[in-house]
């Protein structure tokens, strides 16, 4: 095990310290604990028997011990040498704290709640999961990549799961900003990938996304992205796979030139932008959702001001309307599509 404290804490689940004991007794008796609770003990999240809370990040909620005792044995099982030793303690730990929790799920109730949306907290355990839904994947794999133009070292991240899959008879989409066309790495990937891979690209993508078998799926948790959510639900599913499907219909294939903005002088870039300034949005917001830096905005605003000859900012906004770039394209998400319609 390694990770924060471990070399304080050089102990498994199945014999925790005493600060350890303590502070998730309570977490069991009480449902949830403040994440303070735990700056003396950080083997409790190292191991996994605390996580956050998904409603307030500031609280961290217990592990079920009947889950604890299944990933327990899972790995007991793997060690032969020691199978019976350690077998006899994790059963005991769990039945000991299973015992402290009378408001707490058996095994098996409550599993929909509970498995529905799970808190991975930091990059390690993010990478984890995601190699495990890699692995259990057999279909299919759908995913928004938003930003600029993708580096290398990005993709090359994903790439042993993405060639796993490719192995496999996986079919993959895979939806990027305009911008991303740009990126030789990207087109580099797509070549090393071949047919396994369809891309596409957008004005503006939703923020990152990727989806499994449309049975669980993975999105960011906190702006820094070391944190994630891995999501179960039907429900939820259903609707990121329809927001998947609306965005990759109004897609253009990467092997497909961008459409013209219609007007003579205006890129269709700076068509996005003139609609995005329409709403009300400020330089580094349009930027963001465009996958380009702020400077390369702002030179698109001057050329734009320049080709509708206006002299300032609030003239600018008028001469977009005046000849028709204040109207983004709308989406709507269906509740449901047929899978004809996929």
Same mark, same amino acid.
């Given at each position: 095990?390694?990770?924060?404290?471990?070399? #304080?804490?050089?102990?498994?689940?199945?014999? =925790? /310290?005493?600060?350890?004991?303590?502070?998730?007794?309570?977490?069991?008796?009480?449902?949830?604990?403040?994440?303070?609770?735990?700056?003396?003990?950080? /083997?409790?999240?190292?191991?996994?028997?605390?996580?956050?809370?998904?409603?307030?990040?500031?609280?961290?909620?217990?592990?079920?011990? @009947?889950?604890?005792?299944?990933? =327990?044995?899972?790995?007991?099982?793997?060690?032969?040498?020691?199978?019976?030793?350690?077998?006899?303690?994790?059963?005991?730990?769990?039945?000991?704290?299973?015992? &402290?929790?009378?408001?707490?799920?058996?095994?098996?109730?409550?599993?929909?709640?509970?498995?529905?949306?799970?808190? &991975?907290?930091?990059?390690?355990?993010?990478?984890?999961?995601?190699?495990?839904?890699?692995?259990? /994947?057999?279909?299919?794999? *759908?995913?928004?990549?938003?930003?600029?133009?993708?580096?290398?070292?990005?993709?090359?991240?994903?790439?042993?799961?993405? *060639?796993? &899959?490719?192995?496999?008879?996986?079919?993959?989409?895979? &939806?990027?900003?305009?911008?991303?066309?740009?990126?030789?790495?990207?087109?580099?990937?797509?070549?090393?990938?071949?047919?396994?891979?369809?891309?596409?690209?957008?004005?503006?993508?939703?923020?990152?996304?990727?989806?499994?078998?449309?049975?669980?799926?993975?999105?960011?948790?906190?702006?820094?992205?070391?944190?994630?959510?891995?999501?179960?639900?039907?429900?939820?599913?259903?609707?990121?796979?329809?927001?998947?499907?609306?965005?990759?219909?109004?897609?253009?294939?990467?092997?497909?030139?961008?459409?013209?903005?219609?007007?003579?002088?205006?890129?269709?870039?700076?068509?996005?932008?003139?609609?995005? =300034?329409?709403?009300?949005?400020?330089?580094?917001?349009?930027? #963001?959702?465009?996958?380009?830096?702020?400077?390369?905005?702002?030179?698109?605003?001057?050329?734009?001001?320049?080709?509708?000859?206006?002299?300032?900012?609030?003239?600018?906004?008028?001469?977009?309307? @005046?000849?028709? *770039?204040?109207?983004?394209?709308?989406?709507?998400?269906?509740? @449901?599509?047929?899978?004809?319609?996929?």
């Amino acid at each position: 095990m390694t990770g924060h404290g471990t070399e #304080e804490h050089p102990h498994g689940a199945d014999r =925790l /310290c005493a600060a350890g004991d303590r502070v998730y007794s309570r977490a069991v008796r009480r449902g949830r604990v403040p994440r303070r609770d735990t700056e003396q003990v950080p /083997c409790l999240l190292d191991l996994a028997l605390l996580h956050p809370d998904p409603d307030d990040m500031d609280w961290l909620v217990p592990t079920a011990p @009947q889950e604890v005792m299944t990933r =327990l044995l899972r790995g007991v099982y793997d060690e032969v040498a020691e199978s019976q030793r350690r077998v006899g303690a994790a059963v005991a730990a769990v039945e000991w704290y299973a015992g &402290l929790g009378g408001r707490m799920p058996a095994a098996g109730a409550g599993a929909g709640e509970g498995s529905a949306i799970r808190v &991975l907290d930091g990059l390690a355990r993010i990478q984890a999961a995601m190699d495990e839904a890699t692995q259990a /994947c057999t279909t299919e794999v *759908l995913t928004v990549q938003p930003g600029g133009i993708r580096r290398e070292h990005e993709l090359s991240e994903g790439l042993h799961r993405a *060639l796993a &899959l490719r192995g496999r008879g996986v079919r993959m989409r895979d &939806l990027y900003n305009h911008v991303a066309r740009h990126g030789q790495g990207l087109l580099t990937y797509l070549e090393l990938m071949g047919d396994a891979v369809q891309a596409r690209t957008l004005d503006e993508v939703v923020d990152r996304l990727i989806l499994f078998d449309r049975t669980v799926a993975f999105i960011p948790a906190n702006a820094e992205r070391t944190m994630a959510l891995e999501l179960r639900h039907p429900a939820l599913i259903s609707y990121l796979v329809t927001v998947f499907e609306r965005l990759w219909r109004l897609g253009v294939p990467l092997n497909a030139p961008i459409p013209d903005s219609g007007i003579e002088g205006i890129s269709h870039r700076e068509k996005s932008i003139a609609a995005l =300034l329409a709403e009300g949005h400020q330089d580094a917001v349009i930027a #963001e959702r465009l996958g380009i830096s702020v400077r390369t905005c702002r030179a698109h605003i001057a050329r734009l001001s320049e080709t509708l000859g206006a002299a300032s900012r609030t003239q600018l906004g008028v001469r977009i309307a @005046q000849v028709g *770039l204040d109207t983004p394209a709308h989406l709507t998400f269906p509740c @449901q599509e047929s899978p004809s319609a996929r």
